[in-house]
T-cell receptor, first 112, second 113 residues
């Protein structure tokens, strides 16, 4: 069974700090990587996608991918209380199947 | 506005009473899927559809049925609900399975008594 693992948290950071969320995956052939944010009781919403090694920045968010080490991370700069949510990592497995494998999520709390 | 619409948002029912949760998307997406989300178990795919009249089982299909007669609609049917189907359900769609940028409906919270 292909797996995506995340630390469940809660990860607690002060307002204005950098929050670092990590995700590891087991399928070495994985090609597409996604970070979704989910507020309590709400639906997941895509915040970042990354497909090649390195960093990808979008506003306060930076996704980092290292395929050799099989991890993908999400950095949130200048964290705000509104960033408090669960962050889900999702990875597409290799081959024709292209199935999306979800992690269980990391709960982030940004304290004012 | 591009959206995935699920109905109802909340539903309380009793064991054995058939129910349908509707899902509709207005983005002309080919790929649609249903998930359930439970504490400690995360998002688990129930069924998915690659296109009209093409459906397949996900990871937890037992006790559920789906149909895809039109591209925009993908209803989830529980023929005989049981308490272990109490969960938060999400419908999602994407342009195709390969892109996998999925757009989610607002969710349906189902309680089976």
């Amino acid at each position: 069974q292909k797996e995506v693992e995340q630390n469940s948290g809660p990860l607690s950071v002060p307002e204005g700090a950098i929050a670092s969320l990590n995700c590891t995956y087991s399928d070495r052939g994985s090609q597409s990587f996604f970070w979704y944010r989910q507020y309590s009781g709400k639906s997941p919403e895509l915040i970042m996608s990354i497909y090649s090694n390195g960093d990808k920045e979008d506003g306060r968010f930076t996704a980092q991918l290292n395929k050799a080490s099989q991890y993908v991370s999400l950095l949130i700069r200048d964290s705000q209380p509104s960033d408090s949510a669960t962050y889900l990592c999702a990875v597409t497995n290799a081959g024709n199947n292209r199935k999306l494998i979800w992690g269980l999520g990391t709960s982030l709390a940004v304290n004012p | 506005e591009a959206q995935v619409t699920q109905n109802p948002r909340y539903l309380i029912t009793v064991t054995g009473k058939k129910l349908t949760v509707t899902c509709s998307q207005n983005m002309n997406h080919e790929y649609m899927s249903w998930y359930r989300q439970d504490p400690g178990l995360g998002l688990r795919q129930i069924y998915y559809s690659m296109n009209v009249e093409v459906t397949d089982k996900g990871d937890v299909p037992e006790g559920y049925k789906v149909s895809r007669k039109e591209k925009r609609n993908f209803p989830l049917i529980l023929e005989s609900p049981s308490p272990n189907q109490t969960s938060l359900y999400f419908c999602a769609s994407s342009l195709d399975r390969g892109s996998n940028i999925q757009y989610f409906g607002a969710g349906t919270r189902l309680s089976v008594l």
